[in-house]
Structures are given as structure tokens and as C-alpha cells.
């Protein structure tokens, strides 16, 4: 009889006090971190602006799906190497398949409580970032793109032909 009551409370316990993504998944994944060339310097910030890796491609870094309790972290991942135009791409996190597992299995304390606490409820939404970086023109650094301006500032812009300068008094 004691026995029967000690695995009862067993089986309740492991029922209530577990999630289904806690269990069959993980809350740090893998990315890797790739540009074309090689060697460019990649900085990697979380949502909350923290910087979470500093290094060049190739890399390989593991990042964690949440921010917090039921919140997923998104990166902002930025390239830069000399001669070429940065880039910044972005990994976000969506929720995980298996966390929905907890409406059969791991109850509602699952749902509510361990998965979203333990960051198991999230999954990044890629495995691997992969750029290639353009390699800049001479002067380049002084170009903007026309579509980067702001529509307001379009207005002040003066066409100069080449071999010609203006003032922009």
C-alpha cells in the first residue's frame, strides 16, 4: 500500500511538474554563421540590446530561444568587413511545436508554468546565416542609396552630373 501511494504521487508529481517541450527539446540551439569571403567581423545583439557573441565567419554559436518568461528572442546579427557594405540580418524564435504536446501530456502547469519558464516553449526560426557580402565601389563609402533617404529629406536632394560640382547653398 505504501509502495502504491509512493509511485501514485510519482506519477502525479512527474504530471504536473513537467512540460512537453522541456522535455523532448532544448532551449540553446545551434546556429551557424557563414559570409562570402570569409572573415567578415560579426556582432550579434539580443532583443534587449545586450551583445551575446563578437567574432568573424565562420562561427558557430549556440543561442537561446527565449528572453524571458513568455517571451522569444529575437538577434540582430551584423557583417561588416572592410571593403564591403555591412549587412544585418535578424533571427527571430517562434513557438515550438511540441509545446502544444502539453494539451495531451504535459497539463496545463506545463503549459503555463515550466515550458514558458524554462525557454523550452521557443525555437529559433533558423539553423544557419548564410551573406554575401558586395564589395564596395571606389567613393562608395560616401554613396547612400536613393531608397534609404527618408521621404521628407527627397526634397533637398540636388542632382549633380558627373565631372560637375554644385553647392548646396
Given at each position: 500500500m505504501k509502495n502504491l501511494a509512493f509511485?501514485?504521487?510519482?506519477?502525479l508529481a512527474s504530471i504536473l511538474f513537467t512540460g512537453c517541450a522541456s522535455i523532448l527539446t532544448k532551449t540553446t540551439y545551434p546556429v551557424a554563421i557563414n559570409s562570402s569571403p570569409e572573415?567578415?567581423?560579426?556582432?550579434?545583439?539580443?532583443?534587449?540590446g545586450t551583445m551575446v557573441y563578437e567574432g568573424t565567419t565562420p562561427a558557430f554559436v549556440k543561442?537561446?530561444?527565449?528572453?524571458?518568461?513568455?517571451s522569444g528572442?529575437?538577434?540582430?546579427i551584423k557583417f561588416d568587413k572592410e571593403g564591403y557594405q555591412p549587412v544585418t540580418r535578424q533571427v527571430g524564435s517562434k513557438v515550438e511545436g511540441w509545446y502544444w504536446g502539453n494539451i495531451l501530456f504535459g497539463g496545463l502547469i506545463g503549459m503555463i508554468?515550466?515550458?514558458?519558464a524554462t525557454g523550452a516553449m521557443y525555437k529559433l526560426d533558423t539553423e544557419a546565416v548564410d551573406v554575401s557580402l558586395v564589395k564596395l565601389e571606389k567613393n562608395a563609402e560616401n554613396q547612400v542609396n536613393i531608397n534609404s533617404i527618408p521621404e521628407d529629406w527627397k526634397k533637398h536632394l540636388v542632382l549633380i552630373k558627373e565631372g560637375e560640382e554644385k553647392s548646396t547653398k
Amino acid at each position: 500500500m505504501k509502495n502504491l501511494a509512493f509511485v501514485t504521487g510519482l506519477f502525479l508529481a512527474s504530471i504536473l511538474f513537467t512540460g512537453c517541450a522541456s522535455i523532448l527539446t532544448k532551449t540553446t540551439y545551434p546556429v551557424a554563421i557563414n559570409s562570402s569571403p570569409e572573415g567578415a567581423n560579426v556582432t550579434i545583439t539580443g532583443k534587449k540590446g545586450t551583445m551575446v557573441y563578437e567574432g568573424t565567419t565562420p562561427a558557430f554559436v549556440k543561442l537561446k530561444s527565449s528572453n524571458g518568461f513568455f517571451s522569444g528572442e529575437n538577434y540582430m546579427i551584423k557583417f561588416d568587413k572592410e571593403g564591403y557594405q555591412p549587412v544585418t540580418r535578424q533571427v527571430g524564435s517562434k513557438v515550438e511545436g511540441w509545446y502544444w504536446g502539453n494539451i495531451l501530456f504535459g497539463g496545463l502547469i506545463g503549459m503555463i508554468i515550466v515550458d514558458p519558464a524554462t525557454g523550452a516553449m521557443y525555437k529559433l526560426d533558423t539553423e544557419a546565416v548564410d551573406v554575401s557580402l558586395v564589395k564596395l565601389e571606389k567613393n562608395a563609402e560616401n554613396q547612400v542609396n536613393i531608397n534609404s533617404i527618408p521621404e521628407d529629406w527627397k526634397k533637398h536632394l540636388v542632382l549633380i552630373k558627373e565631372g560637375e560640382e554644385k553647392s548646396t547653398k
